[in-house]
Antibody, heavy 118, light 109 residues
């Protein structure tokens, strides 16, 4: 079955960087659009970034554009999120999600926690 | 930018009761709207897509309706497992962006 396993979260100082990974299995990753979605503690869901199945198109939520970069390695069935210039308000549980083309998310990982704090 | 507004914020009901959740869009979405369920400590789960289509494995007591700017998720008879937070979600065409409502918590009365 579809499995998405995020990793790479942790505690980082404001202004720091972190790279998240999402290992995918159980489906044709190279043919799947992928996303990152986050959830701040006690808050709702916030979509962050999208990447087309072949990596040819990307889109970002306004508050992370220019700071976060989504990428993928289809040979390794892995999705990435490079995060720079992290702020306290970026503290959240970060989920990777498989896109149900073109509008929705049909499978989610369990998330990796990022805490931005000095 | 299309904004999704969910109501009520919290719905207090007893098992067996009917739950009616609302999601209102600031502009017409046609029928491109989804609903997700999130239980504490778990990832969200797709319940309904294209406003009224149940995702695989979703029980028939969950139904979605609506078009344009007003959408509804109905749980016909609440089971203990249904007490959770529910989010609506849509995609904007340009620039491509995906947006969630703020959520409705269905709690046990």
């Amino acid at each position: 079955q579809v499995q998405l396993v995020e990793s790479g979260g942790g505690v980082v100082q404001p202004g720091g960087s972190l790279r998240l990974s999402c290992a995918a299995s159980g489906f044709d990753f190279s043919n799947a659009d992928m996303h990152w979605v986050r959830q701040a503690p006690g808050k709702g869901l916030e979509w962050l970034a999208y990447i087309r199945f072949d990596g040819s198109d990307k889109s970002y939520e306004k508050s992370v554009k220019g700071r976060f970069t989504i990428s993928r390695d289809n040979s390794q069935n892995t999705l990435y999120l490079e995060m720079n210039s992290l702020r306290a308000e970026d503290t959240a549980l970060f989920y990777c999600a498989k896109g149900r083309r073109p509008n929705y998310f049909d499978n989610w990982g369990q998330g990796t926690l990022v805490t931005v704090s000095s | 930018e299309i904004v999704l507004t969910q109501s009520p914020a919290t719905l207090s009901l007893s098992p067996g009761e009917r739950a009616t959740l609302s999601c209102r869009a600031s502009q017409s979405l046609s029928t491109y709207l989804a609903w997700y369920q999130q239980k504490p400590g778990q990832a969200p789960r797709l319940l309904i897509y294209d406003a009224s289509n149940r995702a695989p494995g979703v029980p028939a007591r969950f139904s979605g309706s609506g078009s344009g700017t007003d959408f509804t998720l109905t749980i016909s008879s609440l089971e203990p497992d249904d007490f959770a937070v529910y989010y609506c979600q849509k995609r904007s065409d340009w620039p491509p962006a995906w947006t969630f409502g703020q959520g409705t918590k269905v709690e046990i009365k």
